[in-house]
Structure formats: C-alpha cells, structure tokens
C-alpha cells in the first residue's frame, strides 16, 4: 500500500515549491519534474508516477508558479 504525502517547501528566496510524495517502502526515489506550463498534476505525470510506484518510491513537483504555487517567477530557483 503506498502512503501519499504533501509538500510545501520555501526556497532560500522566497518561491513556494509543491509536491507530492508517493512512500512505497524502496530504497529509492525518483523525482518527476514537469516541462514548461505544466504542472505536477498533469495526468501523463499521474500516469508515469503510477507506473513507476512498484519499483521506487515517487516524488512529483511543481516548480516555482506553476500549479499550486502562486509566485511569480522571476528567474532560476536558487538552492532549496
């Protein structure tokens, strides 16, 4: 059974990052990073998550205003 947990980081500068993380149990983690105007809850995201859940635990975010996160974005993400 997999344990699903929400996120919601502050960068060093300010910018509110979402994500959510899918707890199976392995050993490890792979982090689904969505493209440009996307967000973490893009059903092809979902569905590559899904596919993935049996073999490691599954983190999906947004970046920076994208999705949940309503900042304006004005440049790179700066360390977390």
């Known amino acids: 059974m997999k344990t699903f947990l929400s996120h919601h980081l502050m960068t060093s500068d300010k910018h509110?990052?979402?994500c959510d993380h899918?707890?199976?149990g392995h050993d490890?983690?792979?982090i689904i990073?969505?493209?440009f105007f996307n967000s973490k809850d893009a059903l092809?995201?979902?569905e590559l998550g899904d596919s993935?859940?049996?073999q490691s635990d599954i983190i999906i975010m947004d970046?920076?205003?994208m999705g949940k996160?309503?900042?304006c974005f004005t440049g790179p993400v700066r360390n977390i």
Do not use: P, S
Request: proline share 0%.
């Open 33 to 35: 990073a969505h493209g």
């Open 63 to 65: 970046f920076a205003a």
């Open 69 to 71: 996160a309503k900042d």
């Open 22 to 24: 899918y707890k199976n």
């Open 52 to 54: 993935l859940i049996g």
């Open 28 to 30: 490890q983690v792979v």
């Open 16 to 18: 509110h990052i979402h």
């Open 44 to 46: 092809l995201l979902k």
